[in-house]
């Protein structure tokens, strides 16, 4: 288990590395010139020479690559004499709107992110999972038609409509919620709750419906297996049939795509966060685009691809969890 542990995690950090690198091209060869992002249109050429220096520009792009990941593990120092400016560990830069540490921003939005993906993946794995076993339990019947029909329209919605017509109902018609707002867990959970509550709902109707088309066919898959059969052959009871031998193999696709959907929603959910006008990592990126801040656009981006490779790898050891076999040929 250590062994196979170990080729995850260095195969994760190879790859974050090589996004990095990606990341870091693009944003810092690009054709517009990063030093006169940071000062603005009204600038002097003598003070984009300035922000060169002060950056790092001026140097071979190897090592201001090479100076961005070392800053990223032990922090870095932008400038020299008086001029010099300290960015801890993990640097990740400076906003080039605001001038604030990236991974200040990051971290003072995360917690409105993890906040709508937490919840809303326990909704939708609840919700999602258990409609599709009960249909593929009773495949043809009331049901399961009613439960996948219902399960398209959840697909078939865009997420902002959703939104849209939650707000009206919920806090104009009914007035049965606030809008939502960001609101500490600590601070106010009666409040935290209840201005999460639409969002949960509004995402969780999206990947609901996946979840219960993806659970319904891979169970209905597994219960015509030969060893499903060699169990209802022994007599054991059909509760006993589905639960100790027909879920485990049915939960491996779905822990493979619960694993990436709940490390991008970490990594800021965009349109969720929009709509409801919540201050989270998604609506950083949005405004930072919007803004072609390149360094807010780099650190979330690298931000989420960590979040998307950490729950791969958490996949991985589940997989171990669930298929000895997987374990078994890693070591």
């Known amino acids: 288990m250590i062994v196979y542990l170990l080729k995850r995690l260095g195969a994760a950090a190879a790859i974050l590395l090589v996004i990095c690198a990606l990341t870091f091209t693009i944003f810092y060869i690009a054709p517009d010139d990063p030093a006169q992002k940071a000062c603005g249109k009204a600038c002097t050429p003598e003070r984009i020479e300035q922000i060169r220096d002060q950056l790092g520009l001026d140097t071979p792009i190897p090592e201001q690559f090479a100076s961005y990941v070392r800053g990223i593990f032990a922090g870095r120092t932008y400038g020299t004499g008086s001029t010099a400016v300290e960015c801890p560990f993990p640097c990740l830069g400076f906003s080039f709107q605001t001038n604030v540490p990236v991974q200040e921003l990051l971290v003072s939005r995360l917690p409105v992110s993890a906040s709508i993906a937490v919840g809303a993946a326990v909704l939708w794995l609840l919700v ?28 078939s919605l865009p997420i902002y409509l959703t939104a849209l017509v939650l707000q009206y109902l919920l806090v104009v018609v009914f007035e049965v919620l606030p809008y939502p707002r960001a609101v500490g867990l600590l601070e106010d959970p009666a409040g935290w709750f209840a201005s999460m509550l639409m969002p949960w709902i509004a995402l969780a109707a999206l990947y609901a419906g996946m979840y219960a088309r993806l659970t319904r066919t891979e169970l209905i898959g597994v219960l015509s297996q030969n060893f499903v059969r060699t169990a209802r052959a022994k007599g054991l009871p059909e509760r006993t049939v589905v639960r100790r031998h027909a879920l485990r193999p049915t939960l491996t696709p779905i822990v493979t795509v619960f694993g990436m959907d709940l490390g991008a929603l970490l990594g800021g959910a965009l349109i969720t966060e929009s709509v409801f006008g919540l201050p989270g990592v998604g609506k950083l990126a949005a405004d930072a685009i919007n803004s072609s801040d390149q360094p807010v656009i780099l650190g979330v981006t690298l931000f989420a691809a960590a979040f998307i490779v950490f729950a791969n790898v958490v996949v991985d050891l589940l997989y171990a969890v ?3 076999r997987i374990r078994l040929g890693a070591s």
């Open 322 to 324: 669930l298929d000895p």
């Open 128 to 155: 999602g999972v258990g409609a599709g076993v009960l249909a593929a339990l009773r495949k043809g019947s009331w049901w399961d038609r009613t439960a996948m029909g219902a399960a398209l329209g959840g697909i």
